[in-house]
């Protein structure tokens, strides 16, 4: 798989569950969830504040001094409707190649097996 498809594939889970989280998250929780380490996701989390997809506020009151709240601003729903797109598209194609492939074994299958011999038992 490119680079590109798994960074992008990040950025989108990342963007997913910022925007049907409604509770205040740590990056350890984003990690947890992605799989991914702690310093990937601390990364990720970073480059898409600064791209202005991500606004994170810290909790003055909070005992847990580790959660932000993580909320998608408009650019950011709009990064994730576009890598929702992509990853779609990318998707069917994917899905006519698996059927196409799965045609041509199909009737290499049935060509192979009406040119055998019969088993004699």
Do not use: W
Not at 1 to 29: C, G, P, W, Y
Not at 73 to 78: H, S, W, Y
Request: with cysteine; net charge positive; glycine share 4%.
């Amino acid at each position: 798989m490119n680079r590109n498809f798994v960074e992008d594939d990040i950025r989108l889970q990342l963007l997913k569950h910022i925007s049907a989280s409604s509770s205040h998250l740590t990056q350890r929780d984003f990690a947890e969830y992605l799989g991914l380490s702690l310093g990937k996701t601390h990364y990720c989390l970073t480059e898409l504040i600064k791209k202005g997809f991500v606004k994170a506020s810290r909790f003055k009151n909070s005992r847990n001094k580790a959660a932000y709240s993580y909320v998608l601003t408009p650019q950011g729903i709009e990064e994730k409707l576009h890598l929702l797109m992509q990853f779609l598209q990318r998707t069917k194609n994917e899905y006519q190649m698996l059927e196409q492939e799965i045609a041509q074994l199909t009737q290499e299958l049935a060509t192979r097996n009406t040119n055998d011999p019969p088993d004699h038992a």
